[in-house]
């Protein structure tokens, strides 16, 4: 190929003659509207930069691919002192109501698409979607609770064992 | 900034390859742009390219993935196929684009 471009062309290098097997795995162990986002956003980064993703979704990130559940995520500014709104007044009926569907506003208005959405997007663009067995074995979980794009529950030592070499990212 | 000749015609490009001026670019371009990066045009892809143009001239910017998909109807996965590894970079460097800035 190379020969035949001329030689005046400025041509990025898109990578395509390195083999790279660089890996990002991203653990997702929130279960809030506002901590769902990075993961997803970072994992579909990588993919469109050609990097393997693998997202491992534990603890309360089960609820981001939990059926029912991954449809109503939560944004509550308690205990979120980030928030800038008085302590007193975060738990008060309403406002955690009030803060999630301003941050989904926000989000449609830039176009980043809801969580169940987003999920598709990134299985579509080949990032592997991983469920913690320990998780799903405390809240009594199987398959069948969870979004059917999930490839499969597996253990710690799977996790360790298909991350190696891979850049690793706690959320 | 620099100009570079793609078939004889002289064309803006930035320090990365990219063109900038939306008007330099034809379809014989797009061809040599696309060989130069070991792309394969089919009819398939030049939809997507027609897209991507047609969509920067409407809402002045270059499409990501997501608007490709979902306003210019081509599956993401097929996408990956077409334009493999890093597609929306390969997309907007074919279609004379600059690279999406948009995060989805």
């Not at chain 1, 956003?41 to 603890?59: K, Q, R, Y």
């Not at chain 1, 059917?148 to 850049?167: H, K, L, P, R, Y």
Request: aromatic residues 8%; proline residues 6%; hydrophobic residues 45%.
């Amino acid at each position: 190929m190379t020969d035949t471009v001329p030689a005046e062309m400025i041509v990025p290098s898109f990578d395509d003659d390195v083999e790279t097997d660089r890996t990002l795995a991203i653990i997702c162990s929130k279960g809030s509207l506002d901590m769902a986002y990075p993961g997803l956003i970072l994992g579909n980064a990588a993919l469109g930069e050609g990097v393997g993703v693998h997202l491992f979704f534990t603890f309360w990130g089960f609820d981001m691919i939990t059926k029912g559940r991954m449809e109503h995520l939560v944004f509550s500014p308690v205990g979120n002192p980030a928030t800038h709104i008085p302590a007193a007044l975060a738990p008060l009926p309403g406002l955690a109501k009030m803060a999630t569907s301003q941050m989904q506003k926000a989000m449609d208005a830039l176009e980043i698409p809801p969580v169940p959405e987003f999920l598709e997007l990134v299985k579509a663009s080949g990032a592997k979607i991983w469920a913690c067995r320990l998780s799903a074995d405390m809240n009594h979980l199987t398959m069948d609770d969870l979004w059917d794009g999930v490839d499969g529950i597996i253990n710690a030592s799977d996790f360790i064992e298909m991350t190696d070499g891979a850049q690793l990212l706690f959320i | 900034m620099a100009t570079t000749t793609i078939n004889g015609q002289e064309v803006t490009v930035d320090d990365e390859g990219f063109m900038t001026n939306y008007d330099q670019w034809n379809e014989e371009i797009g061809k040599s742009l696309a060989a130069a990066i070991g792309v394969d045009m089919t009819d398939e892809h030049w939809k997507v390219i027609h897209f991507l143009r047609d969509d920067f001239k409407a809402q002045g910017v270059t499409p990501t993935i997501r608007r490709v998909s979902t306003a210019g109807g081509v599956d993401t996965k097929r996408l990956f196929t077409l334009f493999p590894k890093k597609p929306a970079k390969k997309m907007a460097y074919i279609a004379g684009l600059p690279k999406p800035a948009g995060c989805v």
